[in-house]
């Protein structure tokens, strides 16, 4: 997980193949490193942000009644 801002702008990034595309000045991403491939921001990286990976039920036990996004109505669960 990355901050959309960078050198002073907040960038709209569309994820394809891996490759992540900075809609403000055309430059792509590595999405798994956030390193900047091509274009303005050539050679820069994106920060990274703190994440944690957990399974649905961590989720739960961490964050009752929290929504998690994705869930579909055959786990019993309604999440957006």
Request: charged share 25%; glycine share 14%; hydrophobic share 35%.
């Amino acid at each position: 997980v990355y901050d959309r801002r960078h050198d002073g702008r907040t960038l709209t990034l569309v994820l394809r193949d891996g490759i992540m595309l900075d809609l403000e000045t055309g430059t792509t991403w590595e999405a798994l490193s956030g390193e900047a491939l091509t274009g303005a921001h050539e050679g820069d990286s994106l920060r990274r942000l703190a994440t944690m990976t957990a399974t649905p039920s961590d989720f739960d036990t961490f964050w009752p009644g929290g929504v998690l996004w994705g869930r579909s109505e055959a786990d019993g669960t309604s999440g957006q």
